[in-house]
T-cell receptor
Framework: AQTVTQSQPEMSVQEAETVTLSCTYD???????LFWYKQPPSRQMILVIR??????QNATENRFSVNFQKAAKSFSLKISDSQLGDAAMYFC????????????FGAGTILRVKS | KAGVTQTPRYLIKTRGQQVTLSCSPI?????VSWYQQTPGQGLQFLFE???????NKGNFPGRFSGRQFSNSRSEMNVSTLELGDSALYLC????????????FGSGTRLTVV
């Protein structure tokens, strides 16, 4: 079974600074998808960024980028120019490309942004 | 475009009762998945429905069940509620043939007393 590990329960960043959230995963599959979701106090999970395992190029979405290291099974999220609105719980998630339409989530990282 | 709608937002039930939660997906989305979120266990997959058929099931007891209607709306039911069933229940819908299009609702907060 696949597992996703987020080793940082909580992180803090100063507004306008850069922060990196860590995620590692374990799988025997070669084809899969990785996601970062944000969950603000409103509770709705919002997709931040996604990465296909077969793509070597790291995904980027505006201020959000990932460092995908397939061999190391690592998928970190970098948030540049942090804003107060970035404060939320961030979840890393894995989805098999073959076996079923379900997401396996990490435990989450609370991100606090200081003004 | 309306998002994923979950009702009710909050619910308080007594141990032993049963509860039904509802999820209306985005128009055109035929896959609906349910997740349970608790402080202790985190986010766990319950089940997925596609075209009224359960395609995937997580590791939950038989007290947890679901169904999907022809309009893709989905319900999940929990019978004989236990205190440990207190959680945020999230629903996500997606387009067929896509691996990206998960859109989540805001969840139903269930408290069992």
């Amino acid at each position: 079974a696949q597992t996703v590990t987020q080793s940082q329960p909580e992180m803090s960043v100063q507004e306008a600074e850069t922060v990196t959230l860590s995620c590692t995963y374990d799988t025997s599959e070669s084809d899969y998808y990785l996601f970062w979701y944000k969950q603000p106090p409103s509770r709705q999970m919002i997709l931040v960024i996604r990465q296909e395992a077969y793509k070597q190029q790291n995904a980027t979405e505006n201020r959000f980028s990932v460092n995908f290291q397939k061999a190391a099974k690592s998928f970190s999220l970098k948030i540049s120019d942090s804003q107060l609105g970035d404060a939320a719980m961030y979840f890393c998630a894995y989805r098999s490309a073959v076996y079923g339409n379900k997401l396996v989530f990490g435990a989450g990282t609370i991100l606090r942004v200081k003004s | 475009k309306a998002g994923v709608t979950q009702t009710p937002r909050y619910l308080i039930k007594t141990r032993g009762q049963q509860v039904t939660l509802s999820c209306s997906p985005i128009s055109g989305h035929r896959s609906v998945s349910w997740y349970q979120q608790t402080p202790g266990q985190g986010l766990q997959f319950l089940f997925e429905y596609f075209s009224e058929t359960q395609r995937n099931k997580g590791n939950f007891p038989g007290r947890f069940s679901g169904r999907q209607f022809s309009n893709s709306r989905s319900e999940m039911n929990v019978s004989t509620l236990e205190l440990g069933d207190s959680a945020l229940y999230l629903c996500a819908s997606s387009m067929p043939g896509t691996v990206y299009g998960y859109t989540f609702g805001s969840g139903t907060r269930l408290t069992v007393v």
